[in-house]
């Protein structure tokens, strides 16, 4: 009898694993239910809160299903080009203003190209071959030993007609940089390339700051970019666009027509009127 009684008996070690058993139920249970809330709570209105919440730690490309394919259309491919190539007066409302270039003289392409003569009596170089031409510039700035340095190149064919106007800026010495940069400037007004007053102002202000840039202006397609294989040297890159107007048949499509932007307007043609002659007093 004493040994069943004692059999009976609850130690301490027994009692505390009946607790930690019955914390568990418990826990167990709070967790259900928590997790049951939790769902709810994200759940509805079509999951809204859970997108939210995904959305806020930026997970929503592993936790939330990707957006549906918008639907294809089949069109004619339109080819705009990106605003951020245009100068942001042609982009205003009065888009259809008048262009007003700089007035410039009627000089041959190398009576043009000694322009660039610099202040040292530094002389371009002006060769033909051919219906085209190229002209060559090259000056150096300071003492460095890197010096700074300019060098232009412009090609054209007949009749004195520019291709492209090339300038390559090397600012090797920065006690040069203004100079070289001011000069780079001088000699696009030198050669005299017509442009607006607001391309004039627009491309001194990105070269002044050694701001790249690739922009559509009115009779240009201009790019200034920094060379990737060293940044000391910059490339300035005018390529003029041909523009052309004439009546009667559909003029063809050029051999670059993908790539060449085309805009379409009505144009009227008048006939010319023969001068009056001026009659004989009787």
Not at 7 to 35: E, I, K, N, Y
Not at 208 to 233: K, L, P
Not at 250 to 259: H, L, Q
Request: proline share 9%; charged share 25%.
């Amino acid at each position: 009898m004493p040994e069943e009684g004692k059999a009976d008996r609850l130690t301490p070690a027994d009692r505390r694993r009946g607790q930690r058993s019955a914390v568990l139920v418990f826990g167990f249970f709070l967790a259900v239910v928590l997790a049951a809330l939790v769902t709810i709570v994200l759940t509805v209105n079509n999951g809204r809160n859970y997108k939210r919440l995904v959305r806020q730690f930026a997970l929503e490309q592993y936790l939330l299903p990707a957006p549906p394919a918008p639907p294809l259309r089949i069109d004619r491919h339109r080819s705009l080009p990106p605003a951020e190539h245009y100068p942001p007066w042609l982009l205003k409302a009065g888009l259809e203003r008048m262009a007003v270039f700089e007035k410039t003289e009627v000089l041959s392409a190398d009576e043009r190209c000694d322009l660039l003569r610099d202040d040292r009596g530094t002389a371009p170089t002006f060769t033909r071959s051919g219906h085209d031409w190229e002209c060559l510039f090259f000056e150096e700035f300071g003492n460095a030993p890197e010096p700074a340095a300019m060098f232009i190149q412009v090609r054209g064919t007949e009749p004195d007609m520019v291709t492209s106007f090339r300038i390559k800026v090397s600012l090797t010495d920065l006690t040069m940089e203004l100079a070289v940069l001011s000069e780079a400037i001088r000699a696009t007004e030198r050669f005299g390339l017509p442009m607006t007053p607001e391309t004039r102002s627009y491309l001194i202000e990105k070269l002044a700051g050694r701001t790249e840039f690739s922009s559509i202006v009115e009779n240009y397609r201009m790019t200034f970019s920094r060379e990737i294989t060293d940044a000391r040297r910059y490339n300035l890159l005018i390529l003029p666009r041909r523009q052309t107007a004439g009546c009667g048949e559909r003029p063809s499509a050029p051999p670059d027509r993908w790539a060449t932007p085309t805009y379409r307007m009505p144009v009227g043609c008048l006939a010319l009127r023969s001068l009056s002659q001026p009659q004989s007093a009787s």
